[in-house]
DNA sequence: CTGAAAGCGCTTACAG
DNA sequence: CTGAAAGCGCTTACAG
């Protein structure tokens, strides 16, 4: 073959935008170039959390560059606890994401299907798969720093009953920053008996009714942050003069607030890259050592935090 | 082959979950069993509207049962307007869905592409495209017949600045309802020159000056209503006894609000249920003509709307 | 009705 | 280094 036609038919390739047809490809490489991506516990749900779909966008974007495509098979987490999904059986995926806080016995499950696997925010020591979480237990080290700082000495925090890694981690935090600045347990009470805003706001004020008033509130997201802000503000509560108050995740919610809320920064863009890159890797490579990697995260200070007030 | 060996057969493959291989079945059968998702302007911002991701939450699970996968191509609307992307040249989708508040401009470069497609909560009626919306117009006259029928005859619309299929179907219903019950367009203003919250609620600020008091507020989505509502009762109104609110979509916001707010239910499930059955009738048979199906809508009733203040 | 062959579009290993 | 052949796993159209 001549290099001329050779060049001209690269070129009319170029023009129409060629593409090697995915389906031929990847039958003979063995690979699908795909990668399914599940939540818990469902689809809806895990969007309420408006981080969850703007790491999955980042997500795509990165895995985009690597030819990769997200494809979200037809289920919830929850119905993964039976036999093996037709997406795994058909073979049609090389590797799976799941993102959220899924319970260890379902990771363990889809683990068992023998596909490259990454858990992303969230992490299960005693299964071995690779995972990318955000530093939930140093931030809120900073923050009980920062408010000891101000001075405040009763601090609550408060999350959903529900366990999870993120929710975990962040009162392990609160906790080491008890002891580290040795602050008694009883003024920093740590509320998690509540699973909706209605019961969260009637813990929270039965703990301010304390002889030794709490000054600072740190909540486990923007969304109860802000729930809570509203709250106290009707009930006459001056934010922050009598109340100073955190957030995590640097969400809308903390923004919009009024007064704006502090909270935690976490970077989307960075935990789907090293997420990305972990499946990437394995599936290159699955008998790779087990990754957990731990994402550094930011204070982002803002008006709703402040001395307490004088007593 | 006896009959005895081929149920033995048939019984191995039964357990152990034998699916055939897709790589290999799309590829003689020129079919992929997959479906892209595109999201408008990115899938990080169309889920700050949680509704779409309860929309595709469904979706995914209503094409699973025909064995469809959804694929999320790791780009955004956006980028849609230059050349065809990787996963349309490459041949490994079946369809696309467009999900959010397309450009036209974009939709006909999608559709030009050749592939089905269906609209998702959008209609392009100068696109020759199937869609699925909701009756946004026939909502709000109901709503608008029901404060009249409470006496109001002062009512704002106001919805945010950037023009998009269901704003402005939603304010068409509000004028068609004024045309309707003779009210005039002077006492009751629509407002839509604002494009986030603290913009808005100052141009609602501004409107409740009017002489003739504006007595109810309808929100062109939960969110807004919700965040109206914060700022309207920090500012000394009571909601309803001095303005009554409507928000659209029956999402959180309008839930948790206190009062809660009423608004208009859209069923996410028979939205995407439709919209699935649209895209997989057109990838059997594509020359179909063209549907375009608006579904109808559902008024809930709360707290936040009552008569209006004696005056 | 049953069973063997052809071929979907590609890539890789092999022969020349 | 170049070019033809084999084969990925399936389904369908065809021959017997």
Redesign the pocket.
Known sequence: ?S?EV?QRVLDVCQENG????S????????LNETIGVLFYPSCGAAFRNIYYAEILGELSKTLENARYNLVLPGLDGTSLSEQPPRFICQ?GIDGVILLGEFPRKVVRNIHGYGLPIVLIDNSRPKVPVDSVTTDGLGATKQIVDHLVELGHKNIIFMAYEQNGHNANQRQAGFEDGLKKHNLDPLTCPIIRNFNETRGAYAALAAALKNEQRPTAVIAVNDTLASEMQVRLKEDGFNIPKDISLFGFDDDSPSQVAVPPISTVRVDRKEIAEIGARLILERIEKNDLPVRNMVLPVELILRESVTFPPAS
Chains 1, 2 share one sequence.
């Not at 389906?23 to 063995?30: D, E, P, S, V």
């Open positions: 073959m290099k050779r060629y593409q090697p047809n389906a031929g490809r990847n039958l003979r490489r063995r073979g």
